[in-house]
């Protein structure tokens, strides 16, 4: 699986969007972006996926560049409750999560 | 229940016993995956079973750790002659299937383990 990197903090007021920042400039084509966070003391959540094309679910949405080398994962009104590690994975279905280091969000009041 | 459960949410024991850590996944889920977190560092890959066969065992780190799945549903992580070095977070997770979208891993709460 490719390798990403992201920042490894952001902070984010409260109410505004956080925008999550995830480089994966080897990327095969046959692999997806995967974004999980983990609360503390809590397993990973899974947030969204995507392949090439934009998605938005009801916690996320998640831009793609053309080029596939880069992502965003976008958080449209952070909460308290949005504070955690998120993890940018590049995946193959059916393969393993590979986690690296991730990126602490901190929302604050 | 609705998520992947498992036990004990915590368990110490003491540097050369036997534990066993059991994760329960969601009902129907045929791929499971066992992963380890030390702290302060993301959740490292142990071993992946679909149905009740290992199916890549590559992250196990020796032979003293083993996992088991016998009905295809409930799993087992066995580590015998336990280590300092084996205290971690032990993360379960599960997905409907591997591949054209069932291929979603949903985690556990873990278990916590110390060895003193």
């Known amino acids: 699986d490719a390798k990403t990197t992201q920042p490894p903090s952001m902070d984010c007021a409260e109410g505004r969007a956080a925008n999550l920042p995830c480089n994966h400039s080897?990327?095969?084509?046959?692999?997806?972006v995967y974004w999980y966070r983990q609360i503390h003391s809590q397993g990973p959540q899974y947030i969204i996926h995507?392949?090439?094309n934009n998605e938005t679910n009801e916690m996320a949405s998640l831009i793609i560049t053309e080029d596939r080398k880069s992502s965003t994962l976008i958080l449209p009104h952070a909460t308290l409750r949005d504070t955690a590690v998120y993890y940018c994975?590049?995946?193959?279905?059916?393969?393993?999560?590979?986690f690296g280091a991730g990126t602490i969000l901190r929302v604050k009041s | 229940g609705a998520g992947v459960s498992q036990t004990p949410s915590n368990k110490v024991t003491e540097k050369g016993k036997y534990v066993e850590l059991r994760c329960d996944p969601i009902?129907?889920?045929?791929?499971l995956y066992w992963y380890r977190q030390s702290l302060g560092q993301g959740p490292e890959f142990l071993i992946y079973?679909?149905?009740?066969?290992?199916?890549?065992d590559s992250g196990l780190p020796n032979d003293r750790f083993f996992a088991v799945r016998p009905e295809g549903s409930v799993s087992t992580l066995k580590i015998q002659r336990t280590e300092r070095g084996d205290s971690a977070v032990y993360l379960c997770?599960?997905?409907?299937?591997?591949?054209?979208?069932?291929?979603?891993?949903?985690f556990g709460p873990g278990t916590r383990l110390l060895v003193l």
């Open positions: 997770a599960s997905s409907l299937g591997t591949s054209g979208g069932e291929e979603t891993q949903y």
């Open positions: 080897t990327i095969s084509g046959n692999e997806y």
């Open positions: 995507g392949l090439k």
């Open positions: 994975i590049a995946r193959r279905y059916g393969n393993k999560l590979v």
């Open positions: 009902s129907g889920h045929t791929a």
């Open positions: 079973f679909q149905g009740t066969g290992a199916a890549d």
